[in-house]
């Protein structure tokens, strides 16, 4: 009787996988058929367009670390560079026969020219004062509105991600779960409880429909540092001449105005140097960034979000449930071993 009951059992874990897989495949190791649903997932995934979707979400991610690092870092070179000009400028201006040339026929009248180049340069640092100002009030209207992106952006994502989270990791899991699993017994050991939790996609417009919104915010913060960008490199351009201008010597004696090229003091030679500085600063790449992440958000399609998620999520339904049923069934047969030999000579 225990022989006949052994009988039984196999036969019922027979009809299990027969349901879930073709009679050829089930007269081999049904592990192999295990493994050919995996391939078959992997396959659905590619073909549905899945990856479009997980490259949709890293690059969001990507984009959000973007947002988080902002202009902070070009701010603080700039104000560094001019906070570095306006101590060299009040530096020159407190002391004005240091501006002269050493040497030659300007050096007599050393505290006449300081005194004109002083009056220069005091309305070169109004200037560079009012920038300053402009930039640290632009810093500030633009933090509040990119931090508030980068949080929308990354509560938007971590909703998205966790609708189809599941789904997207699906074909690695199953991968994983198969691993090692050659015999009815260890396929008796799968735990399917987290594959079919795998299925459950959750809403996608309302992630995306946030998503999208954000265009308004990110058109706003555009237009703010491209206003800024485009002061300071105003600035950055007419600078090194404006300071040149400043040393020029007046009239009666701009005929020595030679000796003070030949001989520039060094004060300018400062003043130049941190204008190369100033140089080396831009908003381009900041710019270039949230260019890049509007023109992302407005070409953002809803259908190809979702027509690749339903489509692999109605066929890996399928897939998943002849797994199901090869698990149950080899749970069903207890894992005997000599089973398979003994159905293979029944037929």
């Known amino acids: ?50 990856g479009k979707v997980e490259e949709f979400t890293d690059m969001m991610e990507e984009l959000i670390g973007k947002l988080q690092q902002g202009p902070d870092k070009a701010f603080d070179l700039v104000q560094d560079v001019f906070k570095q000009i306006t101590g060299s400028l009040d530096k020159s201006m407190q002391d004005p026969s240091s501006l002269a040339p050493t040497g030659g026929g300007l050096a007599a009248c050393g505290v006449w020219y300081g005194n004109s180049v002083v009056g220069k340069l005091s309305l070169i640092k109004d200037d560079v004062d009012e920038l300053m100002k402009g930039l640290v009030t632009l810093a500030t209207d633009v933090k509040t509105p990119i931090m508030k992106l980068a949080e929308g952006l990354k509560g938007a994502i971590a909703e998205l991600e966790k609708s189809i989270k599941g789904l997207a990791k699906l074909p690695k899991l199953v991968a994983a779960q198969l691993e090692g699993k050659d015999s009815p017994d260890d396929i008796a050991k799968i735990d399917t409880s987290e594959i079919n939790e795998a299925l459950k996609v959750g809403d996608l417009d309302g992630p995306m429909g946030k998503i999208a919104a954000i265009k308004d915010v990110l058109k706003t913060v555009i237009d703010v540092l491209s206003g800024g960008a485009g002061k300071l490199e105003e600035f950055i351009m007419s600078a090194p001449e404006k300071f040149r201008t400043a040393f020029d010597v007046p009239q009666p004696l701009c005929f020595l105005q030679s000796m ?9 030679k400062d003043l130049l140097e941190l204008c190369k500085k100033l140089e080396a600063v831009s908003f381009e790449p900041i710019l270039k960034v949230f260019n890049g992440a509007k023109d992302t958000v407005e070409g953002i399609n809803v259908d190809a979000i979702k027509t690749p998620v339903n489509k692999f999520l109605s066929e890996a339904k399928d897939l998943v449930g002849k797994l ?24």
């Open 1 to 50: 009787s225990s022989h006949f009951g052994s009988r039984v059992v196999w036969l019922e874990f027979c009809k299990g996988v027969a349901s879930a897989i073709d009679l050829p495949t089930m007269m081999a190791n049904p592990a192999d058929a295990l493994k050919e649903i995996s391939q078959q997932l992997q396959e659905k995934f590619n073909d549905a367009g899945m």
């Open 260 to 268: 003070v090229m030949d001989a520039a003091p060094q004060a300018m």
């Open 324 to 347: 199901d049923k090869t698990v149950k069934a080899a749970k069903m047969a207890g894992g005997g071993g000599g089973a398979l030999a003994g159905l293979k000579k029944m037929f």
